[in-house]
């Protein structure tokens, strides 16, 4: 019964990261439709990249969270490939928020931890771009 629960766990702990992937996506394709439409409307200010800024920070508190199911998913993941750790407290089923609370960080290491996930390749593309590309625009 442990290992179908923790199969179950597992499985809508996946899904939900997954869905946190489709919506980083879909903040990402928000920044670059805001600048487009400022772009053809020639309404380029500096209230754009503030919002750009904002998305970006918000893209990687997503991101963040996102991190938080992948640490549990990869416990799972452990557990479920080798039953001799099911006893561990952290290897019962749906732990998760007990788990986060139990290591939950300060804010100052909350804040670091957005600042890393913005830092990341796949978050800050395509952030940094829009940003020069305005940042340019706004200079000329």
């Known amino acids: 019964m442990q290992t179908s629960d923790l199969a179950n766990e597992w499985s809508l702990l996946q899904n939900q990261y997954d869905s946190y992937e489709k919506y980083s996506l879909l903040i ?3 920044s670059v439709g805001i600048l487009s439409i400022a772009f053809f409307i020639h309404h380029l200010h500096f209230s ?6 904002v998305l970006w920070l918000q893209d990687a508190i997503w991101k963040t969270f996102q991190a938080r199911i992948e640490g549990r ?3 799972l993941e452990g557990y479920l490939s080798d039953d001799q750790n099911l006893d561990r407290a952290d290897g019962r089923a ?4 007990r788990l986060y609370l139990e290591a939950r960080p300060g804010m100052v290491k909350l804040i670091n931890e957005y600042f890393h ?3 990341r390749p796949t978050v800050a593309y395509p952030h940094v771009i829009l940003i020069l590309v305005l940042s340019v625009k706004l200079m000329f």
């Open 117 to 119: 996930q913005a830092i």
């Open 94 to 97: 749906y732990q998760f928020n």
């Open 28 to 30: 990402k394709l928000v």
């Open 48 to 53: 754009i990249l503030i919002l750009l800024l």
């Open 73 to 75: 998913l990869l416990q």
